[in-house]
């Protein structure tokens, strides 16, 4: 997929329909254990449109090499992509793919007429992939042309595994020492307005990435903040934000 025709899918992301076209944008995940790469592909699975339909896990090193090729593309009864239409297929270990099945795997991404939502893993961190994984061709290029956003490495996996339980000691560990040098800078300087400075100085980045990701469309914002719309209006407002347009 181009990178052109992939910014129409995001500038379009909250028109009818267009839920689905962004969520079927592959994901890579990478650099951390299995559980740790089922459980976000789970919960991401889970939080998307195609969360009604199945979640298929495909453990590429659990089926022997010869096999393979009828899990993922053939059998009539077991293949992975048929199973999970309209949901979520998780190929974990890429990389165990012969030459001749990845060029087949990323014609299949490149089409994907069966609307499934693929996430890609690999225990190794995606620069070591690369450069050492023996990766045919049009996978290696498939790899390199995906975007920031689509690429989940240790950090940004257990920073959603926190999420998915509650738990926000994780951020609140990164933003301590930042916070607490302006906090007492405020209060040396005789600050009357710390807690309004320091949630805006939060809130503001917060809400001005959530509406680049949805297009800049305020609705679709305000559902994942979770907030109602008015709110976000008056923060948008208030922060001066600019709204993004789609492209």
């Given at each position: 997929?181009?990178?052109?025709h ?6 379009n ?17 990478y650099?951390?254990?299995?559980i ?7 919960h ?19 089926v ?21 239409q309209?949901g979520?297929?998780l190929?974990?270990?890429v ?38 994984g023996?990766?045919e ?23 959603i595994?926190?999420?998915?339980k509650?738990?926000s000691?994780?951020?609140s ?16 300087a ?22 680049s ?8 914002a ?26």
């Open positions: 997929m181009s990178r052109q992939d910014m129409r899918h995001e500038a992301f909250v028109t009818r329909g267009e839920a689905q076209s962004s969520a079927l944008r592959t994901l890579l995940l650099g951390t254990s299995g740790e790469r089922r459980e976000v592909a789970r991401l699975h889970d939080h998307s449109p195609y969360a009604a339909g199945n979640f298929v896990e495909a453990h590429l090193r659990a022997p090499r010869g096999l393979r090729a009828d899990r993922l593309f053939d059998s009539p009864e077991k293949n992975w992509i048929k199973q999970a309209g979520t297929l190929i974990d270990e990389d165990c793919l012969c030459p001749a099945l990845q060029k087949r795997f990323v014609d299949f991404l490149t089409h994907n007429d069966a609307r499934v939502r693929v996430i890609v893993a690999t225990r190794y961190e995606r620069s070591v992939l690369l450069q050492h023996d990766l061709e049009s996978l290696y290029h498939w790899l390199t042309s995906l975007e920031a956003s689509q690429c989940l490495g240790p950090e940004r996996i257990r920073a595994r926190l999420l998915s509650g738990e000691l994780g951020l560990a990164l933003l301590e020492p930042v916070m607490r040098r302006y906090i007492t800078a405020g209060l040396e005789g600050e009357q307005n710390l807690h309004a400075h320091i949630v805006g100085a939060v809130e503001r980045p917060l809400i001005s990435m959530v509406l990701h949805a297009g800049g469309n305020q609705l679709r305000a559902e994942l903040l979770g907030i109602n719309r008015n709110t976000l209006r008056k923060r948008i407002r208030d922060f001066a934000i600019v709204i993004p347009k789609g492209e």
